[in-house]
């Protein structure tokens, strides 16, 4: 019986300590999650702004024989995929990084970008691919938007010279705090079909009002009928705009899969906390129970002695 | 003098946001100004010192790294890594 009391009370002592963690871990996420989302939506409204720009320039005629639009010529095209692929800083965050990685998995890709400790480490192990030379091992917590400059130009200049052809990024859309998903994204060449709406509902209604007053040049003229002048002419904004647009998109998924991993591990360490409680609860009562068995045991071991020598 | 909606936006969230009279920055052409219900276009801009004018006449300053200068019909983006606001 008191082997049995001492294992309990081991117990209860391993599942209160496992308590303090999960309670900590859920109150440090909590405490992030405010500063994360703030910072994710900072970065949407540069990271909208500059796709809408790109997808203009995607649809419009000049830029449509431009590799980053239409992809590498036969021959020059190596046909090697890069794959960007974020995951968290930290585990205990429920589904959070097998999601990313199990996504990863599912690309063939032959070199890797890994942002976040774990996915460099998964990397590091080989896991998917080999590490990309312009892979520098970053953290998701303190990725800045230079850090995303720099990437972004050095993906571009490889993309250019034509060591990659295709640039994926696997990174997780925070769409509540209890939803996330994870995604995959074709970053270059530019999906002409992905484009924004709104750009091109705003082109239309700007030429309708043009023709009014004077007829829009032809030239400029996006495939899809919407209008939009560039200046001086569409591949020099285009030769600007997609390292831009490539930065601003490893940047923009960084902050959501960041605020999604900190959403993922406050849920995650929630549920922990309260199984744990409930786990404790139960085992109290049996310890308790065990216990006071004993004691009575005793007790009656007692008086049955004390009845005897009577 | 007529207004439109002047935002300045880097990666880290918007510099400024809101209503303004004139915007001038210097493209690769040279320098332009830009005033409500100018045409769609997009530009690039250099690195420069660019100015912009609030509606009680205010001027404002902030220097550019480069980046993009986006025009839509009554909304004025400037996109860029790297921004300051001088004063």
Do not use: W
């Not at chain 1, 500063?35 to 419009?60: F, G, I, N, P, W």
């Not at chain 2, 207004?3 to 880290?12: G, Q």
């Amino acid at each position: 019986m008191s082997a049995n009391i001492k294992r309990l009370k081991a117990r209860i002592k391993s599942v209160d300590s496992t308590l303090h963690l999960t309670k900590a871990m859920q109150l440090v996420a909590s405490g992030k999650i405010r500063k994360a989302t703030e910072q994710l939506h900072a970065s949407r409204s540069y990271t909208d702004a500059v796709k809408s720009v790109v997808s203009a320039l995607a649809r419009s005629k000049e830029c449509a024989y431009s590799p980053f639009i239409a992809g590498h010529k036969a021959g020059k095209n190596t046909g090697k995929t890069l794959l960007i692929v974020i995951a968290g800083d930290r585990g205990l965050a429920g589904g959070y990084n097998s999601n990313a990685f199990r996504l990863a998995d599912s690309v063939n890709a032959d070199e890797l970008v890994p942002i976040g400790r774990r996915s460099v480490d998964r990397a590091i192990g080989g896991a998917h691919g080999r590490m990309s030379p312009v892979s520098e091992g970053y953290a998701t917590e303190r990725f800045t938007p230079e850090d995303s400059k720099r990437l972004a130009s050095a993906i571009c200049e490889r993309y250019l010279s034509g060591e990659i052809g295709r640039v994926m990024i696997v990174s997780t859309r925070y769409v509540s705090v209890l939803t996330q998903n994870a995604v995959l994204t074709q970053l270059l060449p530019v999906d002409k079909n992905a484009s924004i709406e709104m750009f091109s509902n705003r082109g239309k209604d700007q030429k309708r009002s043009n023709k009014e007053d004077a007829a829009p040049k032809a030239e400029h003229e996006l495939e899809d009928g919407g209008y939009m002048e560039f200046e001086p002419d569409p591949n020099s904004v285009l030769s600007v705009a997609i390292p831009e647009y490539v930065s601003s998109m490893i940047y923009g998924a960084v902050r959501e899969s960041f605020a999604s991993e900190v959403a993922a591990r406050r849920f995650a360490m929630d549920s922990a906390t309260k199984n744990g409680i409930v786990m404790k609860d139960n085992l109290s009562l049996e310890y308790n129970r065990a216990r006071q068995g004993a004691i009575t045991q005793e007790i009656v071991e007692i008086v049955a002695g004390a009845g005897d020598k009577q | 003098m007529k207004e439109f909606d002047l935002k300045i936006s880097t990666p880290a969230g918007d510099t400024f946001s809101g209503k303004a009279v004139q915007l001038t920055v210097r493209g690769t052409e040279g320098s332009l100004g830009i005033l409500a219900g100018h045409i769609p276009f997009v530009t690039v801009i250099k690195p420069s010192e660019c100015h912009f004018t609030l509606p009680d006449n205010t001027q404002k300053t902030f220097a550019t790294g480069g980046g993009l200068l986006l025009v839509e019909s009554d909304a004025v983006t400037v996109l860029s890594s790297e921004i300051k606001l001088t004063d």
